[in-house]
């Protein structure tokens, strides 16, 4: 098992596409890297992106199905609200979609997830207040207008909770020697 280390996340700003339509934040991971997890240091322009995904997204096959995107700088990952027309989703869920490399631009292909993935707790945040806000809009184009706000999200409290659970659960002394060489 490995150290989890602190950051956070920030959205620095965000794009609506109402023909597809989608929602995109982009997103700064601070705390690591910022030539690879920053939009300002990595070379990369956030305003590049959004085409790439348009294009890619108005071929999909749940056009009018409102999209959540959340760029960062070095993965740009794709979900959507369940698509009333298929009997097997429920309209309130959010299914993931897949993801791609925001180096790409406008060529961006988007790989298929073959599980769900949620790596970043600002994306969390993102869905609790877009849940919100589909629970409180009643209607569809009102929705479309309402955006989680530019700001900072603090860092997890402890990003080895479970880790450091299983470890004072198993208490082993092959397990407690395996992470003395990751701190």
Not at 110 to 120: E, M, Y
Request: net charge negative; proline share 8%; with cysteine.
């Amino acid at each position: 098992m490995k150290d989890n280390p602190r950051y956070q996340g920030r959205i620095i700003g965000h794009s609506l596409d109402v023909d597809i339509p989608s929602k995109t934040y982009f997103i700064d991971v601070l705390g690591r890297d910022p030539k690879k997890y920053e939009w300002a240091s990595c070379g990369i322009d956030p305003e590049g992106v959004a085409p790439g995904l348009t294009s890619l997204l108005d071929r999909g096959e749940h056009i009018g199905v409102p999209h959540i995107v959340t760029a960062f700088p070095h993965v740009v990952c794709v979900y959507r609200w369940g698509d009333p027309e298929d009997d097997s989703e429920g309209e309130t869920n959010i299914y993931p979609v897949g993801y791609g490399d925001p180096v790409d631009g406008p060529k961006m292909d988007i790989q298929l997830l073959d599980r769900p993935i949620t790596g970043c707790d600002a994306e969390l945040q993102i869905f609790a207040m877009e849940f919100g806000f589909r629970k409180l809009t009643g209607d569809y184009a009102a929705y479309l207008e309402l955006f989680v706000p530019n700001m900072t999200f603090g860092e997890i409290a402890n990003p080895n909770m479970i880790r450091d659970h299983l470890l004072k659960q198993r208490g082993s002394v092959e397990t407690r020697d395996l992470f003395e060489g990751q701190k």
